[in-house]
């Protein structure tokens, strides 16, 4: 189906919690979210000599990018600013005054063209950008969220609404362990793309790195990556001890398979100990070549359906903020009104600001 043949609400996203500036369109349709449009400026280079992101560069670049981001979203959907009925912005988790710039933004654009404002989670826009690609989810699915900032398994009941955490990271985020661990590789940042990339040069069996909380007593549901981070650094260490070179693509490959190991397992077992038939995997990680085919053979075997997004919409994007505002729209959620803040700390079960 066409974009243009379909009717319903547009919504426009506005994405700011990190180090993308992110403007999507979307239309709520009889069959969920159709994707207009959208466009995203990343300030990611700003960034790069620092290893991470240093968060007064994302506010600015936020500020300086929003206009011209807004107005290429508009261009590449192809629409004009008054089809717009409702406009969603990312209220948190996320950078507290990179936050403060798509609520002010959202703010404005809403009160300009006189249409209901949304504060929604970043978490929950990242489970909906799949429904922009793969239409609806089944209730109840099992969401594993996998960012720079968040490591979850979410049982999602109802994408306007209804989030609940059923395991979490106790230390680093999965992306945060692929960019620490390009980091002490001398990579560049981010990190999870030049190690997906150098990996597939490498032996993913070269070395056998922990997996953390895999032990018989361990949280069977919950994640840890600091240990494996520190096993990497330990080895570089170790190598340049003796004088040996680090053969980087098989480092990267071994932690790689580390991490996309125990992540494809735990999903794996949560949803068959919760009865959930349908696995979604969303976040910057969910990009990853090695996890995306890991969890599609795992998940083959153990009889589920697995949905993940292109790669282009598991990175931050407003297309996804757009996606839970069309779902908080249709659900018939209040909208958050002009008092909205962005809330750095929101927590998953918080799909909407009301
Ligand atoms: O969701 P996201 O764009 O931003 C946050 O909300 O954090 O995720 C960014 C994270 C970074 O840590 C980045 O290194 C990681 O996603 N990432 C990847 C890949 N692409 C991005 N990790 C592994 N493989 C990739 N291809
Ligand atoms: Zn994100």
Redesign the pocket.
């Known amino acids: 189906m066409s974009a243009a043949a379909v009717t319903g609400p547009v919504v426009l996203g506005i994405e700011t919690?990190?180090d993308?500036t992110g403007v999507g369109l979307v239309r709520m349709a009889a069959g969920g979210p159709v994707l207009l449009g959208h466009a995203v400026a990343s300030s990611q280079d700003e960034h790069a000599r620092f290893g991470g992101v240093v968060p007064e560069i994302a506010s600015r670049a936020h500020l300086e990018a929003m206009v011209p981001t807004v107005h290429a979203a508009f261009g590449h959907a192809g629409i004009d600013p008054r089809e717009v009925d409702a406009v969603a912005v990312t209220a948190g988790p996320g950078l507290a005054g990179a936050l403060l710039v798509g609520v002010a933004a959202a703010k404005a654009y809403a009160a300009a063209w006189d249409v209901p404002l949304f504060g929604v989670n970043?978490m929950a826009g990242?489970v909906a950008a799949d429904t922009l690609e793969h239409g609806p989810l089944p209730a109840p699915a099992l969401a594993l969220l996998v960012?720079?900032?968040?490591t979850q398994l979410l049982r999602v009941d109802d994408l306007a609404g209804s989030i609940t955490e059923i395991g979490t990271t106790i230390d680093d985020a999965a992306?945060?362990a692929?960019?620490k661990v390009a980091r002490l590789l001398g990579l560049s940042y981010?990190?999870?793309?030049v190690?997906?990339r150098l990996a597939a040069d490498g032996d993913p069996a070269a070395i056998r790195f922990p997996r953390g909380l895999t032990g018989p007593q361990d949280p069977a549901y919950d994640f840890s990556f600091s240990g494996l981070k520190t096993a990497v650094a330990r080895h570089v260490e170790q190598a340049e001890r003796d004088g040996r070179t680090v053969d980087v693509p098989d480092v990267c490959a071994s932690f790689q398979e580390a991490v996309v190991d125990v992540l494809t397992a735990k999903t794996v077992r949560a949803a068959t100990d919760l009865g959930i038939g349908t696995v979604v995997i969303a976040?910057?990680?969910a990009?990853?070549?090695r996890l995306r085919a890991l969890a599609q053979e795992r998940c083959a075997a153990a009889g589920l359906e697995l949905r993940v997004p292109r790669p282009g919409l598991?990175?931050?994007n407003g297309a996804m903020i757009a996606a839970v505002g069309a779902h908080v729209l249709a659900g018939g959620g209040e909208p958050s009104g002009p008092l909205l803040t962005g809330d750095p700390g929101l927590p998953v079960s918080t799909v909407h600001v009301g």
Do not use: L, M, Q, R
């Not at 960012?147 to 968040?150: E, F, I, T, V």
């Not at 981010?190 to 793309?193: N, S, T």
């Open positions: 919690s990190c993308e970043h990242h960012s720079g900032g968040h992306g945060e692929y960019d981010p990190g999870g793309p190690i997906d976040g910057g990680v990009a990853n070549g598991c990175t931050d």
